[in-house]
């Protein structure tokens, strides 16, 4: 260690004075550089550990500036996008009235290529690279994704002279799952699930004209189709995907109320909700839970108001949906203690 020398209040050891200014570029009174110093003065730090040391704190504190930056030009390009698209929302919503047909499909047409086009070109950008900053632009290209494919069923509506909902919903959910299937992200899959309600919704309008209590059926089948993606691994984020699934299968079985057929709203609910907290203990996700909670405080009192013809009061119905809640609720902290219980340990019994 280099002997200890006064300079006036300056540093004690010139050696490690020179390798703080080669390293952090900053003064004598930097609080990095006097700790190290300290260190070195106390024994704890050897002169030529110095520079190593230097090197990792130069370098954390470099990195830690770089993940905010990227942070802060997350954010500011999401902000620019949503003016951009409440701008564009604006102007065309003020002059849509006025606009032909050819001009609104034009319109539409160079808003969708320009947001598939900038998603494009960010995603390929960031397919080559790794780190933080790739992720971002991941997750910017997967939203302007999701944006376009929302632009593109509105396009394909435009020009629709039939079966408006299911052509816009078609071709917005072809470009959202080509979307996703390039940028995996949440974003894109609640486009893709937003734009499958849509062309399922007008499928149902064509196959079902006048509607009726059947129709729930294609919600309930869409959401198991979308749970069944989700546990094949095809979906990611998965939790995301089975809660999606589920809502859209309760969704289904809350329509046959739509039609006065009451008997089948509850039960088909209270099965689905039974479903979401038996597949509980397979997949320990918590929106399953919350999806049959939710379903058996739905079902269990509009059973009861069938049951008793309406005769039950409003309160009662509101306390008999509190106890429901909170028995499910049990439910669901026992199944969750079941499933923890069962989960494999390791050999420190973690």
Known sequence: MPPRRSHGGRCLFPLVDAHMCDYFGMNEADPVRQALLRLV?????????????????????????????????EIVAYLGGALVLAGAVAFVGLSWSLMTQPVRAAVLAVITLSLLGAAAGLGRAARPAAGRTAAVQRRVAATLAALGAGTAAFFAGVLADRHEALVAGTAGLAVAIAGYALLPAAIGLLACGTLALVALTGLLEVVVPGGGAGAGAGYILLGGLIVGAALAGWLVPRPLALGMGAATALFGGQWPFLWEERAWGYS?????????????????????????????????????????????????????????????????????????????????GR
């Open 41 to 73: 003065a106390s024994g704890e730090l050897r002169a030529e550990q110095v520079e190593p040391v230097a090197l990792a704190v130069r370098d954390a504190l470099r990195a830690r500036d770089v993940v905010n930056r990227v942070r802060w030009s």
């Open 268 to 348: 088909v609910t209270a099965v689905i909700a039974l479903a979401c907290l038996a597949l509980y203990t397979r997949e320990r996700t918590w929106v399953l839970i919350v999806a049959g909670v939710a379903g058996l405080t739905l079902a269990i009192p509009e059973a009861v108001w069938d049951w008793t013809g309406g005769a039950v009061g409003g309160a009662v119905i509101l306390v008999l949906a509190g106890v429901v809640l909170l028995a499910s609720s049990g439910l669901g902290v026992l199944l969750h203690r079941r499933a923890v219980e069962g989960t494999p340990r390791d050999a420190e």
